[in-house]
């Protein structure tokens, strides 16, 4: 097998960061914490999380609606897959928001999804880079 420079085949390495991405994707700062950046994580998370909340706060649930808002929806997505079962929620529209509260609460919560993008391109690039290890591979002292 091919080693990458830090003694990890290309699969291994492909691996690590699919599990890196889809995790910083899952729970936002999730990739970096798995990169041991805890406080990055923890901060990016906190943030983040701040940040689509108060959107569903200012505009209520029904922001978050594939049907009437599919374009934010898109935005919004990238937070978490957990939006998408709030849009299963609000599909009905048994959550009516109208006017200014509505496309603040869009905003709030689509800029949350993109800078979450942000911090999942963040970590898969630092993890391809070699910051961190793969789960259970023990550090190899330094010669």
């Not at 991405?21 to 990169?35: N, Q, V």
């Not at 993008?117 to 961190?132: I, N, P, Q």
Request: a positive charge; glycine letters at 12%.
């Amino acid at each position: 097998m091919t080693q990458s420079p830090n003694n990890r085949s290309q699969a291994e390495q492909a691996l690590w960061l699919i599990i890196v991405g889809l995790a910083a994707w899952i729970i936002p700062g999730a990739g970096h914490y798995l990169l041991r950046e805890r406080k990055r994580g923890i901060i990016i998370f906190i943030v983040i999380t701040a940040l689509f909340v108060t959107g569903l706060y200012i505009g209520s649930i029904g922001t978050v609606n594939w049907v009437t808002g599919r374009i934010w929806f898109y935005a919004q997505i990238l937070y978490s897959p957990a939006v998408g079962m709030i849009a299963n929620v609000t599909k009905h529209g048994g959550y009516p928001v109208y006017g200014r509260p509505c496309d603040i609460g869009q905003i709030y919560t689509g800029i949350a999804g993109l800078l979450n993008l942000l911090c999942v391109l963040s970590a898969v690039y630092m993890a391809y880079c070699g910051r961190g290890e793969i789960i259970g591979q023990e550090e190899e002292p330094n010669a």
